[in-house]
């Protein structure tokens, strides 16, 4: 799957919202993320494995506003934390997240590359890849991005993601990942991961 055209952050909200257990939009300050790590944490808290992987996901997820949006707030002394909206939303059989945020159009375009990338690559070759982007030299462009890399493999499947150009120098880029919380055994039944 490559780039959604289609992805709307306010059309997919709407279709979770009767599922949605979260959803905030602001600043993504380490006292903010801390609240809704939380928060998640007490919906997932007696499978653990779905814990640890909606504890990942969301973290890369949201340190990816924190550190990346063009949108930034002033938190205090000097530091400032990026602006973005999130949903997190569940099914019976799935766990959704939903991010976005404003990001500047020279890293969109990165982004869009990226997101091409990783989503041409099988698990093989996705683990090789992140092997590969962390031995890069931090901030060369078009490096890392290790954090999408780790959402495609946490959830085994492409990452949905779409981008809105806003003017000349601004864009709005979205992710929707998703990830199953059931599995089949070898007899065909499914079951609550444990």
């Not at 990338?117 to 901030?139: A, C, M």
């Not at 998703?178 to 079951?191: H, R």
Request: glycine residues 6%.
């Amino acid at each position: 799957m490559n780039k959604n055209t289609n992805l709307d952050l306010l059309k997919l909200h709407n279709a979770f919202s009767s599922n949605s257990v979260i959803a905030y939009k602001g600043p993504f300050d380490a006292y903010i993320i801390k609240i809704l790590s939380e928060k998640l944490k007490s919906l997932t808290i007696d499978i653990p494995s779905i814990t640890k992987r909606s504890f990942t996901i969301f973290i890369e997820l949201t340190q990816n506003v924190s550190y990346y949006s063009a949108e930034k707030i002033k938190i205090g002394k000097g530091r400032e934390s990026g602006i973005g909206s999130l949903v997190i939303g569940e099914s019976d059989s799935h766990i959704y997240f939903i991010i976005g945020n404003k990001v500047k159009q020279i890293e969109a375009d990165i982004l869009d590359k990226k997101c091409k990338i990783i989503n041409s690559l099988d698990r093989d070759n996705l683990r090789e890849y992140k092997r590969n982007q962390r031995n890069l030299i931090r901030g060369t462009n078009g490096g890392a991005h290790i954090g999408l890399i780790m959402i495609s493999l946490l959830t085994s499947k492409p990452i949905d993601y779409n981008m809105i150009k806003e003017n000349e120098d601004d864009a709005f880029f979205s992710i929707a990942v998703s990830f199953n919380k059931l599995k089949e055994d070898k007899f065909g039944y499914t079951k609550t991961y444990v």
